[in-house]
């Protein structure tokens, strides 16, 4: 049974860094897609950014140039550096993998597996 976790949440002043991971298990396979989503009270998940196999990058406009995600050493690991963080940013993060597919985008639709989320608060 695959299972994804995140950690490494926690509160942070604006301006501030943090770094948060994933882990998927459970899998034989290399995900071929894996990506950030974020979700704030009242309002809608929104897709934060995506690393593919191949090593393409996408990421969400709210995150250009503050965000960085990247892959570990290790099969199926994750991270997603926030430098400069806002209060905006507040939000549970949620990790999302497949093991296959066509282009790696921030698509809902296209994961199947999910984490719970990893709660950041950014303080002003």
């Known amino acids: 049974q695959v299972q994804v976790a995140e950690s490494g949440g926690g509160s942070v002043q604006a301006g501030g860094s943090l770094n948060i991971s994933c882990a998927v298990s459970?899998?034989?396979?290399?995900?071929?897609?894996m990506a950030w989503f974020r979700k704030a009270p009242g309002k809608e998940r929104e897709g934060t950014a995506s690393?593919?196999?191949?090593?393409?990058?996408r990421y969400a406009d709210s995150g250009k140039g503050r965000f960085t995600i990247s892959k570990g050493n290790a099969k199926n690991i994750m991270y997603l550096q926030m430098n400069d963080r806002k209060p905006e940013d507040s939000a549970t993060y949620s990790c999302?993998?497949?093991?296959?597919?066509?282009?790696?985008?921030?698509?809902?639709?296209?994961?199947?597996?999910w984490g719970r989320g990893t709660q950041v608060t950014v303080s002003a």
């Open positions: 459970g899998s034989g396979y290399s995900m071929d897609c």
């Open positions: 999302a993998a497949r093991a296959w597919g066509g282009v790696c985008y921030l698509a809902e639709q296209q994961f199947k597996f």
């Open positions: 690393i593919g196999r191949d090593g393409s990058l």
